[in-house]
């Protein structure tokens, strides 16, 4: 593909503007990270000011890492005008199964906005849990063996009606019809916090209603992992450490150019069509 129309150089035209309702430990991390990818985030979390936020917004990101009532209030109140508004909104559903609060938060916001363009961006245990309605996480982490993880990820999107990003040594995006798993990235973003609650950011982005590149939200969503791994991939090469690598993979999104991105698209991608 030419450079010229890859969206990932679309994105760093437009820098959309990804409203962020989000946890207390990663946010930093996904400020900088949107920002090195080519967006601009906004953190903005009141009950009493997220609606007009959203207004502003290109793409709305939920993530539930350190979910209280109140933030659930926030969460609900940003979703209902995103929904009104047309605004993709991206939930990462951190350790749903773990507690009610966040089961019950989780059914509510999906309630809240059936119909809409929705995404669920979550790890093997969390996207499990969607489908299966068994945890087997442990804590925030998303370790456990699922044989059949495709399988899971479609159940997840036909039952939830959302787009599903399962992220994962390979990462498997399905919208219950079309499928398409990525293998990239490196064994060291699993020792740095923040990378799955960033895999939401950057789909986030990659989804924002500004971008008019014609491609389906599945292989938009397909790019922003590839995106992320070929980063990591390339930040390990140079880091001593999971300290060193949290740096340079700041460094690899900006440097990251999007006709490299779309020829490692175009090499490695499968897309399988149910
Ligand atoms: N062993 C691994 N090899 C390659 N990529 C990985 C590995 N572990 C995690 N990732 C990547 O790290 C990101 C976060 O995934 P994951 O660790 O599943 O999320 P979480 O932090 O929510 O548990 C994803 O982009 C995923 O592809
Ligand atoms: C450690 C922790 N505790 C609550 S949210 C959070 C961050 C989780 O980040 P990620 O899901 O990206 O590993």
Same mark, same amino acid.
């Given at each position: 593909?030419?450079?010229?129309?890859?969206?990932?150089? =679309?994105?760093?035209?437009?820098? &959309?503007?990804?409203?962020?309702?989000?946890?207390?430990?990663?946010?930093?991390?996904?400020?900088?990270?949107?920002?090195?990818?080519?967006?601009? &985030?906004?953190? /903005?979390?009141?009950? =009493?000011?997220?609606?007009?936020? /959203?207004?502003?917004?290109?793409?709305?990101?939920?993530?539930?890492?350190?979910?209280? &009532?109140?933030?659930?209030?926030?969460?609900? +109140?940003?979703? !209902?005008?995103? /929904?009104?508004?047309? /605004? &993709?909104?991206?939930?990462?559903?951190?350790?749903?199964?773990?507690?009610?609060?966040?089961?019950?938060?989780?059914?509510?916001?999906?309630?809240?906005?059936?119909?809409? !363009?929705?995404?669920?961006?979550?790890?093997?245990?969390?996207?499990? @849990?969607?489908?299966?309605?068994?945890?087997?996480? %442990?804590?925030?982490?998303? +370790?456990?063996?699922?044989?059949?993880?495709?399988?899971?990820? +479609?159940?997840?999107?036909?039952?939830?009606?959302?787009?599903?990003?399962?992220?994962?040594?390979?990462?498997?995006?399905?919208?219950?019809?079309?499928?398409?798993?990525?293998?990239?990235?490196?064994?060291? !973003?699993?020792?740095?916090?923040?990378?799955?609650? @960033?895999?939401?950011?950057?789909?986030?982005?990659?989804?924002?209603?500004?971008?008019?590149?014609?491609?389906?939200?599945?292989?938009?969503?397909?790019?922003?992992?590839?995106?992320?791994?070929?980063?990591? =991939?390339?930040?390990?090469?140079?880091?001593?450490?999971?300290?060193? @690598?949290?740096? %340079?993979?700041?460094?690899?999104?900006?440097?990251?150019?999007?006709?490299?991105? +779309?020829? %490692?698209?175009? =090499?490695?991608? !499968?897309?399988?069509?149910?």
């Amino acid at each position: 593909m030419n450079q010229d129309n890859s969206v990932l150089d =679309e994105i760093r035209t437009k820098k &959309p503007l990804i409203h962020h309702i989000t946890n207390n430990v990663t946010m930093m991390l996904l400020a900088n990270g949107v920002l090195a990818a080519g967006g601009s &985030p906004m953190m /903005v979390h009141a009950e =009493e000011e997220v609606a007009e936020a /959203v207004a502003a917004a290109q793409s709305l990101v939920i993530n539930i890492g350190t979910l209280t &009532p109140s933030a659930a209030r926030s969460m609900t +109140e940003a979703l !209902m005008l995103a /929904v009104q508004k047309g /605004v &993709p909104i991206v939930i990462d559903p951190v350790a749903v199964g773990m507690t009610k609060l966040r089961q019950n938060t989780l059914n509510d916001l999906l309630s809240a906005s059936e119909g809409a !363009m929705r995404t669920l961006c979550g790890n093997a245990a969390e996207i499990h @849990f969607l489908a299966e309605k068994e945890w087997k996480g %442990r804590g925030v982490d998303g +370790e456990m063996n699922v044989r059949h993880l495709t399988n899971v990820a +479609e159940k997840a999107a036909q039952q939830t009606g959302c787009l599903i990003v399962m992220t994962g040594v390979k990462d498997i995006i399905s919208n219950g019809k079309k499928t398409i798993i990525i293998k990239s990235g490196h064994e060291l !973003m699993a020792k740095m916090t923040g990378t799955g609650c @960033f895999a939401s950011s950057l789909t986030a982005l990659f989804l924002a209603n500004s971008l008019t590149a014609k491609l389906c939200p599945v292989q938009k969503a397909a790019r922003a992992m590839l995106m992320l791994g070929m980063c990591a =991939e390339k930040a390990a090469q140079t880091s001593e450490g999971s300290g060193t @690598f949290a740096v %340079r993979l700041l460094d690899e999104l900006c440097l990251l150019n999007g006709n490299d991105l +779309e020829k %490692r698209y175009d =090499e490695c991608v !499968m897309e399988r069509v149910i």
